[in-house]
């Protein structure tokens, strides 16, 4: 894989200073990105660097604030999905975006993709002999994804866009995939690879654009066994954490306490492979992965709201099947989501959202004793300092008290072990040390907690431990004293773990 | 180049025929107890007549139009609660204008009548883009708009249409036994719905209701396949409510009330989902003929009508009910 050959070659795509706000969220302040003829290009950043925003203006779907998008020279304003086919850039998504309920031939139609190139590519990518009659929803989704690539091929783009694409992809077929590629640039074509999985990046990539904080970061050549490099430019100068929140003297109790929840080998879907873990008593068990590493199935198991396809769920030793949220409720295992709008009654009132499981016991019946629920919730809002001025409505307070009146409600009716998944995210910082103290001081009166952050950075404020989830798969374990961010970026990424390099021989 | 050892996951191995059956499973079965609710009509009743089976046609043909109308919206994930209202515009408003007319001046203004009813049918499709509030409120909202502008055309039932003008619809093809009326429902589904749904907007109707965001990156314009969807939905309400012109031969601006409900529990039976994309227009067809025959089997066994209405929801949840549990035994598999 020469580079020489690529450098030689004209630009053929062009971002410079792309920008977006979302209200007063930076979601990309400052982005530049150069693509050559024939360049197979990688963009690679940490959970929110801007990514999926890039992404989004690329193909149409997202307007920039600020920035210009230069195909061949010209520069381009790419409106909708139709204008940036036009453009000649072709997009495959995380998900397939065939329609379920249209046939192939249907769906081939719809964005007036002749079928005997789609057919062509199939062939090349070795699947063959697809009827096109047959409907999407019908079809394996590792099926699917080959489709969504020959259709994109179909489409006889300048530049293809391959956004997390081989995330869903079984191994041979990544193999299959990455040597067609490697074909098909020799036409002169370019490739854009978004990718969290540093081996894939580095196995058939020339160039990468780091992300951070919504920039370009800079642009590097990935060679293989020096991807530190990479996660260098990812992580940047080493940022200062929110503020010590808890002093780590406060240690866990290590191995002196039975496990309160633990899972064993759990399966789920395509995203969750093998995930073993416990949780004792007094304990903060992080979780650190980057997006879409199973963590989302991995709690969705833990909390009822899923079933898991394989594997068990114990607690406090006994092995347990939810059927629902409201079987682990009742074993004392609850959940605190990212997404507020899932937990809470936006439209009535705080004390209301947080009786809410004390009057939802399934085992209770008849009146609502309103003077003790009331003693018990003004208690929990006490102790939560939630500002209650525009208590009337959930939807009305901040993010972080809305958060807030979540982890109140559990307070209010009791639990055992506590999930929180992301539960900071988009939280002011002010907030966040609260709820991290909070978290700490849960966990220091018995409580097992299994948290889940986004943000590595934080994992040792508030963690006594931490497990890192990649590709479905624990593929580390650390006390929070060792887990700085650099550490846990490089095991998120794979880095860490002997398969990756393995599966980069396999390639080349 | 060649796929050396890529074990790429190829097609299902289940056959395409029994592919298709299974994906067209609903819709035989639609027709197959059509067809069994006629032998049971032949049995209890040996002297079903041409007469019996004209009176049938003639009053599925604007239930089974306004299930045509419904299932255009549902199809792209939306739902029109103000059908029924629109039949009643269209009704009185072809009561009104036809009452002196002759034949092929009656023609033109049924034409009149369905570009009239078709820009009703977009009025609430751009009401629902701009407003951004849900279909279902909207369309309940503009029921009542519909309801009134039908009063204020015809403040009572009255007006009426040229004799020829009805026989489109009452008189017989051919022999006794091809009534005029299913004849039309036939021609109006072939010649307006069968091209759109095989042209680009009509898969992009399907597929907004399918999955917008897989829509919208396929390059299809969702809210011009929505505004098509509602537009359609006004145009089978209009020929809905001149069907009910042509069975009465009056207008009545009261007329359309009950077809908004009988219309989505025709397309529901019919196989099609109400959360969008899937379902076809055949299986509302016959199942538009499905519950007017039961209600006539009912009236000629003597039932009550009330009992008559009781039995025909409990057929209606037992048929619904059979294809989720088939439709639940296939996902297991």
Redesign the interface.
Known sequence: MTVSGATMSEPILEIRGLAKNYGPVVALRSADVMVRAGEQHGIMGANGAGKSTLVKILTGVVRPDAGTISVRGQVRAIRSPTEARRAGLATVYQESSLIPDLTLEQNFRLTRTPLPAVRRWLDELGLHGVDARIAARDLPLATLRVLDLARALAADPQILILDEMTAALPADLTETVFRMLGQWRESGRSLVFISHRLADISAICDGVTVLRDGATAGVVEPVRGREDQIVALMLGTVSRPVGAAVSSTEGPHEGSQAAVLEARGLRAGAALRDVSLEVRRGEVLGVAALEGQGQQELFDCLAGVRHPDGGEILVEGRVRSFRDPQDAIRQGVVLIPADRAQALLRLRSVQENVALPMVNRPSRWGLINVAREGRQVLQAIRRLEIDTRAQSEVRRMSGGNQQKVTIARWLASGFKTLLCFDPTRGIDIGTKRQIYGLVRELAASGAAVLIFTSELSEIQLVCDRVIVVFDGSVVGEMSAGVADEATLLRTAHGLAAERGSAFTGAVS | ?T?S????????PVS?TR??IA?NGWTISVYVLLGLLFFFTFAVNPRFSAYDLRSLALGALPAALAAVAEAAVVFAAGIDLSVGALISVSNVLAASLMVNADFSHSLGLAAFVLAALTVAGLINGLIIIVSRVPDIVVTLAMSFVWSGVALMILSQPGGGAPPEFLALATGTFMTPWVPNALILLVVMVAIVWLPIRSR?IG??I??T???P????????NVVRARLSAYALCGFFSGAAGLALTMNTGAGDPLSGGFFTLTAIATIVLGGVSLTG??GGMLGPLAAAYILALISSDLIFLGVSPSYGQVIQGTIMVLVVMAGGLAALRRSAK
């Open positions: 180049m796929s050892g890529a074990t790429v996951a190829g097609p299902p395409l592919h298709l994906r680009p898969l992009s399907f597929a209701g399918s999955d965001q897989a829509a919208m990156r396929s390059g299809v994309g899937r």
